[in-house]
């Protein structure tokens, strides 16, 4: 029986029915892309997009939470808040930066600068162990947290450092090599949350200013270089 021999009623039935399938459809829809917008967000949020480290704030978040962890089984007087146990019994913060990166981009391009990032990402998480961490911290910019002590910490940054120095890169058939500078802290009793950071930071920005291609670490009285 042909649709418009239906009674009207059916006929009104019918189209709404299919009306608010195809209302249904759009809203669901609209909510699946809202979800994968929002899903982008979070993923975005803990993980950077292009080299799959932790993002800066996931990074800096676990670090507080670490910090907290250690400084108080290392040096809290109160004996209840000692973790004899605790996996994380000492604490090292790397900044890495890589070197020239502005040189790279205005000779190489976007995407052969980009692709020495993700090298270098790529590096980090071969070389850190199950028990360490690795974030991105700014463009250029890494950083490592490790649970080893001074001789720990320095080994790890000479290995990075070298092992990223034999990697070539190549764009329009024109293979180059890159750098990195370092800079690292270990965690005393006179750290706190942030000054812990900016050891490091500050180590990093006299890496870069004794010629790049080394690691500084941070000391009271003064800063060592291993080149």
Same mark, same amino acid.
């Given at each position: 029986m042909e649709w418009f021999n239906q009674p009207w009623g059916i006929q009104a039935g019918f189209g709404l029915?299919?009306?608010?399938?195809?209302?249904?459809?759009f809203y669901i829809r609209s909510q699946h892309i809202r979800i994968k917008k929002l899903q982008a967000e979070v993923e975005s949020w803990l993980v950077d997009p292009l080299t799959g480290l932790l993002s800066r704030?996931? #990074?800096? %978040?676990i670090y507080y939470w670490l910090f907290d962890q250690v400084y108080a089984a290392l040096y809290k007087i109160d004996e209840d808040r000692? %973790? %004899?146990? #605790?996996a994380w019994k000492n604490l090292a913060v790397i900044m890495f930066d890589l070197d020239h990166s502005r040189k790279i981009l205005e000779i190489h391009g976007q995407a052969t600068a980009e692709s020495? #990032?993700? $090298?270098?990402g790529?590096?980090? $998480?071969?070389?850190?162990?199950? #028990? %360490?961490?690795a974030g991105r911290y700014g463009d250029d910019e890494f950083i490592v947290l490790l649970a080893t002590n001074l001789a720990g910490a320095k080994a790890f940054s000479t290995r990075v450092r070298l092992n990223f120095k034999k990697l070539r890169f190549e764009n329009k058939k $024109?293979?180059?090599?890159? @750098?990195?500078?370092?800079g690292l @802290?270990?965690?005393?009793?006179?750290?706190?949350?942030? @000054?812990?950071?900016?050891r490091a930071i500050s180590a990093l920005k006299v890496a870069k200013s004794s010629g790049r291609d080394c690691v500084a670490i941070w000391g009271r009285e003064r800063t060592e270089i291993i080149k």
């Open positions: 029915a299919f009306l608010l399938i195809v209302v249904a459809f704030r996931r #990074a800096m %978040d000692r %973790d %004899d146990d #605790a020495v #990032a993700v $090298k270098f790529e590096l980090l $998480k071969r070389e850190i162990r199950n #028990a %360490d961490l $024109k293979p180059f090599s890159a @750098t990195v500078s370092c @802290t270990v965690i005393d009793s006179d750290s706190d949350r942030d @000054t812990f950071v900016e």
